[in-house]
């Protein structure tokens, strides 16, 4: 097997919460956000691997991190045997030629003020004309270099050329600006393409056309992709590979016909199952996943997707908040909430780690104990079975969980998978 | 509806004929710049001072278009309620979400007071499953579902007829989506509410609406019962467009030839005539008649039928 065109290995992206002067002095100043947390794959070249997730996943991230948009706290990348992961401004220059970004949304990508012609030309008089030799030379007249942007646009389409080159971005369709910025990408013959949500933009009735352009595009020059979406239908058709993510991590990877076919992590599943259906003769009642994704400063023990997960096992990383979690979920029920007005009220709980605690002010701590105690052994489900004990300290009562086991990426049918499930 | 602009007038709907009966969602389907989104506003009249709308519409026993601002004010949130596609730039970054929910009670009954507000917002809250202690807290606290969600409870607070929904998933992820449509499918039955779905999203309206209109050009291309019509769709852009979509079962792109038509000025012919790829001579002069066609009684503007 030949050494793959681009390797990440345990990537890491934290970024810094801005503190005001005063949190600053009473400390706590080093959260942070988890964005990429630990994440790892490769891509063959020639191949399209898609990196699917929802917003805030981490997966743009990882794209601005590729070219050098955003620096890696930690990993390392190999792009064609090399390290880059800390390049210097000259590797970067470099760097970019050949790895380029496809970006969403191709108008705020195209310069309002520039023609599309002069938007092209800038890029192949910074970086010179590609040759055969793969020595690039900056042009020698502006007729060469404009003879060049044609023909960029003749290869992406857009045809006769002399009509695009004088046009402004305005004065073009969506698909057509589409066209204009994979221009604009493929004028410096990159080896790997990152796109962006290409499609995300476009009309439902004309988003088959820019996929099926980029597919042209990639046998045509025998390019490589890196496709990011949060559409998995979308990822299910362009890619050879996928690696679904959630909050930093990757949690499911393998070859995207096997994935689909049959998917091992239940955030896989819960992503496919919630994706609307186009034949309402086959409706079903959808099992959802609970809540939202959580805050990535803070990201859930073991593993992060243990709070909403359906197929949660004891061991998958309770800690304090999920009690609080539960209790709020449980309290919407007003009546449930007067019942148990003696637990309550929310905030009167605060988490540290595995601990739940309450300061009881008034009444009875032994009632509290009792009373949570019912309520996590008939509404916790899993998470019941995760608790160590739940105590009283002098007017205190603590809900203590056992630690997670040990969650790693595990090899399943071919495929990696970080779920205790395997 | 007319919108006068410097470049001409923009005719965003033209003769749409579009009936909502209680307790159903009503699928209001079309790609950017259709006129899903106007006609939504029209019925709130919520629309800028350069549109001119003709027609009516009729809400109960009101024509919604001649009513004064006063009496229309009333029907807004009381009877008639709407969410957006984004809520927080519905939401007032400087006000906490029980003073949302306070103004919008006393928007009606002046005299409520703040005690009496609160119970009720717990309550609505509760149903659109929102802890009560959210009320405290200001928009950018919360996450974007939760966002929705109270926008969903300030709707639910007088007991609406109609909820008019515009995109009210397309800034949210799948899962969020798909909880936020199972919420509304079940407040509406409790609520005994008829919603108005507007959505660029196919599969949305497939899995929850009860009826689908598709919109072209500003103009209904077709109407009906969402089963049939997705088993056989009659209009050529309709076809198109089941085409189009992207599922997990698809094996072969597809996408409408062309580019969606510049809504200025007078058209003449069938919107869609450029585009189509059954199109008749007919097609490109006269515009068609909506037909009722089949036996489900679909409404189609299509010389085909």
Same mark, same amino acid.
């Given at each position: 097997m030949?050494?793959?065109l681009?390797?990440?290995?345990?990537?890491?992206?934290y970024?810094?919460?801005f503190?005001?002067?005063?949190?600053?002095?009473?400390?706590?100043?080093?959260?942070?956000?988890?964005?990429?947390?630990?994440?790892t794959?490769?891509?063959?070249?020639g191949?399209?691997?898609?990196?699917?997730?929802?917003?805030g996943?981490?997966?743009?991230?990882?794209?601005?991190?590729?070219?050098?948009?955003?620096r890696?706290?930690?990993?390392?990348?190999v792009?064609?045997?090399?390290?880059?992961?800390h390049?210097d401004?000259?590797?970067?220059f470099?760097?970019?030629e050949?790895?380029?970004?496809?970006?969403?949304?191709?108008h705020?990508?195209?310069?309002?003020a520039?023609?599309?012609?002069?938007?092209?030309?800038d890029?192949?008089?910074t970086?010179?004309?590609p040759?055969?030799?793969?020595?690039?030379?900056?042009?020698?007249?502006e007729?060469?270099?404009?003879?060049a942007?044609?023909q960029?646009f003749?290869d992406?389409?857009?045809?006769?050329p002399?009509?695009?080159?004088?046009?402004?971005p305005?004065?073009?369709?969506?698909?057509?600006k589409?066209?204009?910025?994979?221009?604009r990408?493929?004028?410096l013959r990159?080896?790997?393409?990152?796109?962006?949500e290409?499609v995300?933009?476009l009309?439902?009735?004309?988003?088959?056309?820019m996929?099926?352009f980029l597919?042209?595009?990639?046998?045509?020059?025998?390019?490589?992709y890196?496709?990011?979406?949060?559409?998995?239908a979308?990822?299910?058709?362009?890619?050879?590979?996928?690696?679904?993510?959630?909050?930093g991590?990757?949690?499911?990877?393998?070859?995207?016909r096997?994935?689909?076919a049959?998917p091992?992590?239940?955030?896989t599943r819960?992503?496919?199952q919630a $994706?609307?259906?186009?034949?309402p #003769?086959? %409706?079903?009642?959808? =099992?959802?996943p609970?809540?939202?994704? /959580?805050? +990535?400063?803070?990201?859930?023990a073991?593993?992060?997707?243990?709070?909403r997960?359906?197929?949660?096992l004891p061991?998958?990383?309770?800690?304090?908040?999920?009690?609080?979690a539960?209790?709020?979920?449980?309290?919407?029920?007003?009546?449930?909430?007067?019942?148990?007005?003696?637990a309550?009220?929310?905030d009167?709980?605060?988490?540290?780690?595995?601990?739940a605690?309450?300061?009881?002010?008034?009444?009875?701590?032994a009632?509290?104990?009792?009373?949570?105690?019912?309520?996590?052994?008939?509404?916790?489900?899993?998470?019941?079975?995760? $608790?160590r004990?739940?105590?009283? #300290?002098? %007017?205190?009562v603590? =809900?203590?969980?056992?630690?997670?086991? /040990?969650? +790693?990426?595990k090899e399943?049918?071919g495929?990696?998978?970080?779920?205790?499930?395997y | 509806?007319?919108?006068e602009?410097?470049?001409?007038a923009?005719?965003?709907?033209?003769?749409?004929?579009?009936t909502?009966?209680?307790?159903t969602?009503?699928?209001?389907v079309?790609?950017?710049?259709?006129?899903?989104?106007?006609?939504?506003?029209?019925i709130?009249?919520?629309?800028?001072?350069?549109?001119t709308v003709?027609?009516?519409?009729?809400?109960?026993?009101?024509?919604l278009l001649?009513?004064?601002?006063?009496?229309m004010?009333?029907?807004?949130g009381r009877?008639?309620?709407?969410?957006?596609?984004?809520p927080?730039?519905?939401?007032n970054?400087?006000?906490?979400?029980?003073d949302?929910?306070?103004?919008t009670?006393?928007?009606?009954?002046?005299?409520?007071?703040?005690?009496?507000?609160?119970?009720?917002?717990k309550?609505?809250?509760?149903?659109?499953?929102?802890?009560s202690?959210?009320?405290?807290?200001?928009?950018h606290?919360l996450s974007?579902?939760?966002?929705?969600?109270?926008?969903i409870?300030?709707?639910?607070?007088?007991?609406?007829?109609?909820l008019i929904?515009?995109?009210p998933?397309?800034?949210?992820?799948?899962?969020?989506?798909?909880?936020?449509?199972?919420?509304?499918?079940?407040?509406m039955?409790?609520?005994?509410?008829?919603?108005?779905?507007?959505t660029?999203?196919?599969?949305?309206?497939?899995?929850?609406?009860d009826?689908?209109?598709?919109?072209?050009?500003?103009?209904?291309a077709?109407?009906?019962?969402?089963?049939?019509?997705?088993?056989e769709?009659?209009?050529?852009?309709?076809?198109g467009?089941l085409?189009?979509?992207?599922?997990?079962?698809?094996?072969?792109l597809?996408?409408?030839?062309?580019?969606p038509?510049?809504?200025?000025?007078?058209?003449v012919?069938c919107?869609?005539?450029?585009?189509?790829?059954?199109?008749?001579?007919?097609?490109?002069?006269?515009?068609?008649?909506?037909r009722?066609?089949?036996?489900d009684?679909?409404?189609?503007?299509?010389?085909?039928?």
């Amino acid at each position: 097997m030949t050494a793959p065109l681009l390797e990440v290995r345990d990537l890491k992206v934290y970024f810094p919460v801005f503190h005001g002067f005063v949190q600053r002095l009473i400390g706590g100043g080093d959260a942070k956000v988890h964005a990429v947390d630990g994440v790892t794959f490769s891509i063959p070249e020639g191949q399209v691997f898609g990196l699917v997730g929802e917003s805030g996943c981490g997966k743009t991230t990882i794209a601005k991190t590729l070219v050098g948009l955003v620096r890696p706290t930690s990993g390392q990348i190999v792009f064609r045997g090399k390290d880059v992961t800390h390049p210097d401004r000259k590797g970067l220059f470099h760097l970019r030629e050949q790895i380029q970004l496809i970006y969403q949304d191709p108008h705020a990508a195209l310069s309002p003020a520039m023609t599309v012609g002069a938007a092209v030309a800038d890029v192949l008089r910074t970086h010179g004309l590609p040759s055969e030799s793969g020595v690039r030379v900056l042009p020698k007249s502006e007729d060469e270099l404009r003879a060049a942007v044609y023909q960029v646009f003749e290869d992406v389409g857009l045809r006769p050329p002399s009509f695009f080159y004088d046009k402004y971005p305005d004065e073009l369709s969506g698909g057509q600006k589409q066209r204009v910025v994979a221009g604009r990408v493929l004028a410096l013959r990159p080896k790997l393409i990152v796109a962006d949500e290409p499609v995300a933009m476009l009309d439902m009735s004309i988003r088959a056309r820019m996929l099926e352009f980029l597919l042209e595009l990639k046998a045509k020059h025998n390019l490589t992709y890196l496709f990011i979406t949060h559409d998995l239908a979308t990822a299910k058709f362009m890619c050879d590979r996928i690696a679904i993510m959630y909050l930093g991590r990757i949690v499911e990877m393998g070859p995207a016909r096997t994935t689909y076919a049959d998917p091992k992590h239940p955030y896989t599943r819960a992503l496919l199952q919630a $994706i609307p259906s186009p034949d309402p #003769e086959r %409706r079903s009642t959808k =099992v959802l996943p609970k809540g939202e994704v /959580p805050n +990535a400063v803070w990201p859930p023990a073991g593993c992060r997707f243990h709070p909403r997960c359906p197929a949660v096992l004891p061991t998958c990383g309770w800690e304090g908040r999920d009690v609080i979690a539960l209790l709020e979920e449980r309290w919407l029920d007003l009546e449930l909430a007067a019942r148990e007005a003696e637990a309550g009220p929310v905030d009167a709980w605060e988490a540290n780690g595995l601990i739940a605690r309450r300061d009881v002010k008034e009444g009875d701590p032994a009632a509290v104990q009792t009373l949570i105690r019912g309520i996590l052994n008939g509404g916790g489900g899993p998470m019941a079975d995760a $608790i160590r004990d739940v105590s009283v #300290e002098e %007017r205190t009562v603590v =809900v203590e969980f056992r630690p997670p086991d /040990p969650l +790693a990426p595990k090899e399943v049918e071919g495929r990696v998978v970080e779920c205790l499930l395997y | 509806m007319t919108f006068e602009t410097p470049q001409g007038a923009v005719r965003a709907v033209q003769d749409v004929d579009l009936t909502i009966d209680g307790g159903t969602i009503v699928g209001l389907v079309g790609e950017s710049g259709c006129g899903k989104s106007t006609l939504g506003r029209s019925i709130l009249r919520l629309l800028p001072e350069n549109a001119t709308v003709r027609g009516s519409i009729r809400f109960a026993e009101h024509d919604l278009l001649t009513l004064s601002p006063r009496q229309m004010r009333d029907l807004r949130g009381r009877n008639l309620a709407m969410i957006f596609q984004d809520p927080m730039t519905r939401l007032n970054p400087l006000m906490r979400i029980r003073d949302h929910f306070i103004e919008t009670i006393r928007a009606h009954d002046p005299f409520v007071r703040v005690k009496e507000a609160l119970e009720r917002a717990k309550k609505v809250l509760a149903d659109v499953r929102v802890p009560s202690d959210r009320l405290g807290m200001y928009p950018h606290e919360l996450s974007g579902g939760m966002r929705q969600r109270v926008m969903i409870a300030l709707c639910l607070l007088f007991k609406p007829a109609l909820l008019i929904a515009d995109e009210p998933t397309t800034a949210l992820d799948v899962i969020l989506e798909a909880q936020i449509l199972q919420l509304l499918q079940s407040i509406m039955h409790q609520y005994n509410m008829s919603v108005l779905l507007i959505t660029h999203n196919l599969g949305l309206v497939a899995e929850f609406a009860d009826r689908v209109a598709v919109m072209y050009a500003g103009r209904i291309a077709e109407a009906g019962a969402t089963v049939p019509l997705f088993r056989e769709p009659r209009h050529p852009y309709t076809h198109g467009l089941l085409r189009s979509v992207i599922d997990l079962q698809t094996t072969k792109l597809y996408s409408v030839p062309g580019e969606p038509p510049s809504l200025l000025g007078e058209s003449v012919g069938c919107p869609f005539y450029p585009r189509c790829e059954k199109r008749m001579a007919v097609c490109e002069t006269v515009f068609p008649e909506v037909r009722l066609v089949g036996e489900d009684r679909r409404k189609v503007a299509c010389h085909l039928y």
